[in-house]
């Protein structure tokens, strides 16, 4: 389970489908409705917060709207769009692992965008973060 802390507009066509379904199944964790995955270290910064479903959900509204600029088809439905808007914490050191890695991963999945971004020295966090 990947849910990541940079600004969704930074993925590639695969790592925004990917965060899309990963983030899904933490919602179905955090609302009791799945078994598996209770206790996956991604999910600690989620729970951890007073609203927990709240902030899984303004994170999905994020991934949703990213999305829709990209004119891809994502059901609206699996949100909660009545959500108390929530502020995480995250550090420079877990924003500047995910920078590599994403930039790592576009290396060899999508070229383009990885020439579009290896030169950005800071990138955006999720506006949840």
């Given at each position: 389970?990947?849910?990541?802390?940079?600004?969704?507009?930074?993925?590639d066509t695969k790592g925004l489908v990917a965060l899309w379904r990963e983030t899904l199944?933490?919602?179905?964790?955090?609302?009791?409705?799945?078994?598996?995955?209770?206790n996956h270290p991604q999910l600690?910064?989620?729970k951890s917060c007073e609203f927990p479903l709240d902030a899984i959900n303004q994170y999905l509204a994020?991934?949703?709207?990213?999305?829709v600029k990209r004119a891809y088809n994502f059901n609206k439905e699996k949100i909660d769009w009545d959500f108390k808007s929530?502020?995480?914490a995250v550090t420079s050191g877990q924003m500047e692992y995910e920078k590599t890695h994403l930039l790592n991963k576009l290396?060899?999945?999508d070229l383009k965008k990885y020439e579009q971004l290896k030169k950005q020295v800071v990138f955006e966090p999720h506006p949840l973060f």
């Amino acid at each position: 389970m990947r849910i990541w802390s940079l600004h969704p507009k930074y993925l590639d066509t695969k790592g925004l489908v990917a965060l899309w379904r990963e983030t899904l199944l933490a919602k179905h964790v955090l609302s009791g409705q799945t078994k598996g995955y209770k206790n996956h270290p991604q999910l600690n910064r989620f729970k951890s917060c007073e609203f927990p479903l709240d902030a899984i959900n303004q994170y999905l509204a994020e991934v949703f709207e990213e999305a829709v600029k990209r004119a891809y088809n994502f059901n609206k439905e699996k949100i909660d769009w009545d959500f108390k808007s929530n502020k995480l914490a995250v550090t420079s050191g877990q924003m500047e692992y995910e920078k590599t890695h994403l930039l790592n991963k576009l290396k060899t999945r999508d070229l383009k965008k990885y020439e579009q971004l290896k030169k950005q020295v800071v990138f955006e966090p999720h506006p949840l973060f």
